[in-house]
């Protein structure tokens, strides 16, 4: 399957069927954390050296952003697979509640004008 266009639910199927044939099993959902932290670590250390004020050292220069983006998605959609989490339908969720939390909470805020 060509992960073009790929749905959530497809992408947690590949993940999962990748994690059981070439990765042999999952981390525990300890160091599947940690690992997530590390993860959000490396991004942010790019988005800081590209967007912020530092310098980018020798050893940042062959990062890839979206490299950095993909590894958080894959730790998270890791975690959500061996929680039972669906994805999907935790974004739904989460779309609902924003809609109904901040429905005018930023059109409202001066900050953002």
């Not at 059981?20 to 959000?40: D, H, P, Q, W």
């Amino acid at each position: 399957m060509s992960t073009k266009d790929i749905t959530i639910q497809e992408a947690q199927d590949l993940v999962d069927q990748w994690i059981k044939t070439v990765g042999v099993r999952y981390f525990n959902e300890l160091t599947n954390t940690a690992i997530l932290m590390e993860e959000v670590g490396e991004l942010a250390r790019i988005m800081a050296r590209k967007y912020g004020e530092q310098s980018f050292k020798d050893s940042d220069l062959g990062k890839d952003l979206a490299d950095e983006m993909a590894d958080v998605l894959w730790v998270l959609i890791c975690l959500a697979n061996q929680t039972g989490v669906d994805l999907t339908l935790a974004l739904e969720k989460n779309f609902e509640k924003k809609n109904i939390r901040d429905r005018e909470r930023h059109q409202n805020n001066e900050k953002l004008k």
